[in-house]
């Protein structure tokens, strides 16, 4: 079990809600959940693209039919100061072999459990560049590396090989 199927059964346990299993793309490290709000009946599934070595992973949630990004690390991202003082690091992208694109980032709200520390964990973009990532990925013909630094100096490298990514956006209507 990933780690994000671990939180994902455990966020859904503590909610008392059955846990959506994730439908991978054989062969690779893409996998997608479909999803679809019980009011609106608007797409709310989700995409992910598991890092190449490790349990990190990115996933595209789908909102009012577009895709939004989030980095979800099992390594800690941000101390709890620079979450409080809203100091992020940048993000910087790099498709297949081409030139890399530096963009910011945004903290994640944090849950009311105090006990989860994902939000340090995790990071998101601003909304103007949720497309601009989500292109790098639909894209990319092997794969996207992903770089932050963080306050402490130390980089974090994440390698997310994209072989399924268009099979599985078609699974959730390209987020329409």
């Known amino acids: 079990m990933t780690m994000r199927q671990k939180i994902l059964a455990l ?27 019980a009011i609106t009946d608007s797409n709310t599934s989700h995409l992910f693209v598991d890092e190449a070595t490790n349990d990190d992973y990115i996933e ?17 991202i941000l101390s709890e100061e620079d979450y409080d003082d809203d100091k992020t690091p940048n993000l910087i992208f790099r498709v297949d072999s081409q030139t890399p694109k530096t963009i910011p980032t945004v903290t994640v709200n944090q849950s009311d459990d ?9 990071l ?12 790098a990925f639909k ?3 092997s794969k996207v ?14 390698t997310f090989p994209v072989k399924g990514f268009t099979q599985a956006l078609a699974k959730i209507n390209n987020c329409k």
């Open 124 to 135: 998101a973009v601003e909304d103007k560049n949720d497309p601009l990532i989500f292109s």
């Open 11 to 37: 966020t859904l346990c503590c909610l008392g809600v059955a846990a959506a299993a994730d439908t991978y793309i054989p062969g690779t490290r893409v996998s997608y959940r479909l999803g679809k709000d």
């Open 114 to 122: 105090p006990d989860d520390y994902s939000h340090l964990s995790t």
């Open 60 to 76: 595209f949630f789908c909102e009012k039919g577009q895709p939004i990004f989030y980095l979800n690390s099992t390594t800690e």
């Open 139 to 141: 894209n990319a013909s």
């Open 145 to 158: 590396a992903i770089r932050v630094t963080r306050s402490n100096g130390r980089e974090l490298t994440f």
